[in-house]
Nanobody, 127 residues
């Protein structure tokens, strides 16, 4: 089993920054990947970014490119999401997710591509 614990959410004004962390424990994920998703009230959970543990290849949804950066610290088994230039439309509960294996560097964009999930952390951006 894998346990994921997010932290770092909060309330920030538009244009501000937050850094989310996702600490992993349990089964090793060294051949896998981590994803960040978000879900706003009344909306479906949407992909934000993903990164592999090995090699650090990453992918972002278009709406966050240039503003968000996903990174990982393999020694700490922790993944981060640095969010800059935040907008009110970024307001959502942010979830980290994990998958065991990455094949040919492909990072799934859908929630079904990840088997483990954290509890989520609220990010609220005021205008």
């Amino acid at each position: 089993q894998v346990q994921l614990v997010e932290s770092g959410g909060g309330l920030v004004q538009a244009g501000g920054s937050l850094r989310l962390s996702c600490a992993t424990s349990g089964r090793t994920l060294s051949s896998g990947a981590m994803g960040w998703f978000r879900q706003a009230p009344g909306k479906e959970r949407e992909f934000v970014a993903a990164i592999t543990w090995s090699g650090g290849g990453s992918y972002y949804t278009d709406s966050v490119k240039g503003r968000f950066t996903v990174s990982r610290d393999n020694a700490k088994s922790t993944v981060y999401l640095q969010m800059n230039s935040l907008k009110p439309e970024d307001t959502a509960v942010y979830y980290c997710a994990a998958r065991n294996l990455v094949i040919n560097g492909y990072l799934p964009r859908g929630p079904d591509g990840y088997g483990y999930w954290g509890q989520g952390t609220q990010v609220t951006v005021s205008s």
